[in-house]
């Protein structure tokens, strides 16, 4: 899979156009299969930075910031509160349209990398990933260290399903580069995207993007869109398995 | 062995599940219950989001007391005729149940109900019961008679029936009221309700032990099977390969529950259910009061439950 990757990226490479420069990037599955006995799996990236005529001498350092976002659901953050000595959900906050699964690596530490105020402009770091919350009527994203937003963040990468990685991205030459996108067991279903951002000198030089998709296939896909679609006939015929089931048990455990 | 899960969307421990199941089935096969208020609490521990758990448990509690309904008919421990009788209030319960448990999720209390109506529910009958079992083995111990059979208020209500295997003539108010109630409980909770209902049955309605435990099974499985096309229908949780691992858990564990069951005395029994119903409620009275490890928690929307 590395291999044909490589290919690619050969392929890639030879096939350039003219520009400052550009990023070239493959990942070595663009379509991960959920299978029964599916407990999480490792993604490479791989990827090249092509310089051209235009391109000034002085530029051989060249930084790397990947994101990786899954599918995008409504999430409900609650908060509990002691009331009348019992631990209630009082307060809450919808955070809305948020990536199901978040990763953000680099080649080094994101303040080594580019400026604050760049990072914020460019989403780098889970600090500066926009999470648009729902506040009374207003959508909007609220500072880095609120505490639901904080929460938020914290719980996710308890899950492994949110990650920064500083050191994630490795330069196996000067402008050829890779990285290892871990998927845990309880990967979100959907398309992901992968974004790409150059940076020399703490300037943002340019982005790239590519995709990836993660499927249920075999008999767990069957049972998913069964449910979803036909849930009279999945209902049906789950009862009468439960009934299949507890009468068979009664013969085969008869005793007279 | 690890197994994914399609509907509950993680993986799990196929040989952990199957004791999961045989355990809370040996039990429910030993004192007549479903076995849902220790199923479905066992689920939400190892992972699973509630709403899937007790959408699955439905026919996982369905499929235990068929075989357990099964081997009580053959004994001929079931009262048909008190059996349709419940099964009316039943089926009307259970959908005034999922239409409350609708409104209480659009409201986003419903996990606070739920574990406030275990604490009270587990708590009062599991107390009760444990008293009662209490009382019975002491006068046991000293040999004294057990109180005679008094007919109480109930006994006076208008339109009486002959329950003839039963040997009770009862009137029909009482027994679909008692099967309202425990169809409404039960789809709100995800319990069969067995627990409540054979103490109510045995104390209240007067149901002769012979007969109470086949006929609240029966009562448990027609309900517990509209549960499961409801939530199949309406809210598409029905995890059947999670179900399907449960159910041969259950249905082994329930085979030999009912074989231990019968070499129990009666108060033995009951003093045991009531402890293992207390300990539940008080389990959840716990959560609810001490400070939880983490004082924030996500629900995703719409991806899954």
């Known amino acids: ?19 400052a420069e550009r990023l070239i990037v493959s990942v070595s599955n663009h379509r991960v299969t959920v299978t029964p006995n599916y407990s999480g799996e490792e993604l490479v990236l791989f990827g090249s930075v092509e310089k051209d005529a235009t391109t000034s001498a002085d530029r051989t350092a060249y930084d790397l910031v990947v994101t990786v976002m899954g599918p995008r659901a409504d999430m409900v953050t609650r908060r509990k509160e002691r009331t009348f000595g019992i631990w209630i959900n009082t307060d809450y906050r919808q955070f809305l349209q948020v990536p199901s699964y978040l990763a953000l690596f680099a080649n080094r530490s994101f303040d080594a990398i580019t400026s604050p105020e760049i990072a914020r402009r460019q989403q780098i770091g889970l600090n500066n990933v926009l999470l648009t919350q729902r506040v009374g009527g207003d959508y909007a994203d609220v500072v880095p260290n609120d505490a639901f937003r904080s929460a938020f963040i914290r719980l996710r990468t308890q899950r492994g399903l949110y990650r920064e990685d500083p050191s994630a991205v490795t330069f196996l ?33 340019s982005k790239t993007e590519t995709a990836f998709e993660i499927v249920k296939v075999g008999f767990e896909q069957f049972v998913a869109t069964t449910a979803r679609h036909n849930g009279l006939i999945y209902g049906l015929v789950t009862a009468a398995m439960a009934l299949m089931t507890g009468w068979m048990a009664s013969i085969v455990f008869r005793k007279d | 062995m690890q197994l994914y899960l ?21 039990v429910s096969g030993m004192f007549g219950i479903g076995g849902g208020f220790l199923m479905t609490p066992l689920l939400i521990f190892i992972g699973i989001t509630p709403a899937v758990a007790v959408a699955s448990v439905t026919s996982h509690i369905a499929a235990s007391s068929f075989s357990g309904a099964l081997s009580y008919w053959r004994r001929r421990a079931i009262d ?32 606070l109900m739920i574990a406030l109506s ?20 002491m006068r046991t111990r000293r040999g004294a008679l057990p109180p005679r059979r008094t007919h109480n208020w ?41 627990f409540i209902l054979v103490p109510i049955m045995i104390y209240l309605l007067r149901v002769p032990t012979s007969t109470v435990i086949g006929t609240s099974m029966v009562l448990t499985l027609v309900t517990m099977l509209f549960a499961t096309m409801l939530h199949a229908v309406t809210n598409h949780l029905v995890d059947a390969v999670l179900a399907l691992i449960l159910m041969v858990g259950g249905v082994t564990g329930a085979q030999f529950g009912v074989r231990a069951g019968q070499k129990i005395r009666g108060e033995q029994l009951r003093l ?34």
Not at chain 1, 174 to 199: D, H, Q, S
Not at chain 2, 124 to 134: A, P, Q, Y
Request: aromatic content about 8%.
């Open chain 2, 80 to 111: 048909p005729a008190l059996a349709s009788v419940l099964l009316c209030g039943g089926v009307t319960g259970t959908a005034l149940g999922v239409w409350t448990f609708t409104q209480l999720r659009a409201l986003g209390q419903l996990d």
């Open chain 1, 173 to 205: 030459t000067p402008t050829l580069f890779r990285t290892g996108i871990p998927l845990p067991a309880e990967v979100p279903i959907g398309t992901y995207e992968v974004e790409i951002k150059l940076f020399a000198n703490g300037a943002f030089i």
């Open chain 1, 1 to 19: 899979m590395m291999r044909a990757a490589l290919a690619l990226l050969l392929v890639l490479l030879l096939g350039s156009a003219a520009r």
């Open chain 2, 118 to 137: 275990y604490v009270v529910l587990l708590g009062t009958v599991g107390s009760l019961m444990f008293s009662e079992g209490l009382r019975a083995l």
């Open chain 2, 272 to 305: 045991l259910l009531g402890l293992l119903i207390l300990s539940v409620g008080v389990r959840f009275a716990i959560e609810l009061v001490i400070r939880p490890e983490d004082l924030f928690t996500i629900r995703e929307l719409g991806v899954s439950g």
């Open chain 2, 154 to 194: 109930i006994h006076g209500l208008p339109l009486k029936m002959r329950f003839k295997r039963s040997k009770i003539y009862l009137s029909v108010i009482p027994v679909v009221i008692v099967g309202i109630m425990i169809g409404f409980i039960g789809a709100i909770m995800g319990i069969g309700g067995g």
């Open chain 2, 6 to 26: 399609p509907i509950a969307d993680l993986p799990v421990n196929v040989f952990l599940v199957l004791a999961m199941g045989a355990a809370v089935g040996f």
